[in-house]
């Protein structure tokens, strides 16, 4: 089975959160009526929670930037049990 066409997009620490709400709000109504596409962003994780919340019950899937996997903290990324509890979704 072939997986079909993914688009995300990303952004390192450059929004604020507020920033990240304006910039979901914009995007959902744009992406709504895409065909044939899944549609992803992946905030940093100061947005990650904001933005699950936001994305709740539209096509935008939300994916962490990046994960270690060891349960340690091994800045930037984080753990796995860290980015599951926090969304779920993909990294």
Same mark, same amino acid.
């Given at each position: 089975?072939?997986r079909g066409?993914l688009?995300a997009?990303?952004?390192?620490?450059?929004?604020t959160?507020?920033?990240?709400?304006?910039?979901i709000? $914009? /995007?959902? #109504?744009? @992406?709504?009526?895409?065909?044939?596409?899944?549609?992803? *962003?992946?905030?940093p994780?100061? $947005? /990650?929670? #904001?933005? @699950?919340?936001s994305?709740?019950g539209?096509?935008?899937a *939300?994916f962490?930037?990046n994960?270690h996997e060891?349960?340690?903290?091994?800045?930037?990324a984080k753990?796995?049990?860290?980015?599951?509890?926090t969304w779920?979704?993909?990294?």
């Amino acid at each position: 089975m072939s997986r079909g066409t993914l688009i995300a997009g990303n952004w390192k620490m450059h929004e604020t959160v507020p920033e990240a709400e304006q910039l979901i709000q $914009a /995007l959902l #109504p744009r @992406v709504s009526s895409l065909d044939g596409v899944e549609i992803a *962003i992946c905030p940093p994780y100061t $947005a /990650l929670a #904001p933005m @699950v919340d936001s994305a709740r019950g539209s096509r935008v899937a *939300i994916f962490a930037q990046n994960m270690h996997e060891s349960e340690r903290a091994h800045s930037p990324a984080k753990s796995p049990r860290r980015c599951w509890s926090t969304w779920g979704s993909a990294v």
